[in-house]
């Protein structure tokens, strides 16, 4: 079995679509085929020791989900699921995608959901996130002037999202295990 999870929360499939660009980084031993949050439960975390989970931000700076006017069930529906899921000794990266102009005021703030839930949980969070190089008012998702993960916008900034990926992979990478 892979020793990484890669889980993610979609609306718009663009939240996929990064997790399946750092999957494509990465052999099968090493991580598994990401998955959507709304197709799993608490076992299929639990199984790893590492690992990534991504979300947009919706909305009012919202979890994906059903109240977000999602067409599906996402992180939202999830987390109530997970309540019971044990993080101790477990390593968590976030990425999280925003519109920074259009909703410059709550920029990935779902981000900070997802973080104090699996944080709460004794997880061990890694993958903080300089806030350099963007324009925004706000996020909740912002910690000691660092984003809690990585902060991608696809709609403003899409010609340095794979910069900001290789990079961000690279300062996780010792906590992972990963080659660099």
Request: with cysteine; glycine share 10%.
């Amino acid at each position: 079995m892979a020793r990484i999870g890669i889980f993610f929360g979609t609306s718009s499939g663009n939240t996929r679509k990064i997790a399946k660009k750092i999957k494509k980084m990465f052999d099968d031993e090493t991580m598994a085929a990401p998955l959507n949050i709304n197709r799993v439960g608490a076992d299929e975390l639990a199984a790893y020791s590492h690992l990534i989970l991504g979300t947009c931000t919706m909305g009012d700076g919202l979890l994906p989900g059903l109240s977000a006017d999602c067409s599906e069930e996402s992180w939202e529906e999830a987390l109530p699921k997970l309540e019971g899921l044990d993080c101790t000794g477990k390593t968590i990266a976030f990425y999280g995608l925003g519109d920074q102009d259009a909703y410059g005021h709550e920029f990935v703030d779902a981000l900070k959901d997802l973080y104090d839930f699996f944080s709460e949980r004794g997880a061990t969070i890694v993958g903080a996130w300089p806030t350099d190089g963007y324009d925004f008012e706000a996020s909740r998702a912002v910690i000691d002037d660092e984003f809690i993960g990585l902060a991608l916008d696809l709609d403003n900034q899409a010609d340095q999202t794979d910069e900001r990926l290789n990079a961000w992979l690279k300062q996780i990478a010792p906590d992972f295990g990963l080659p660099l």
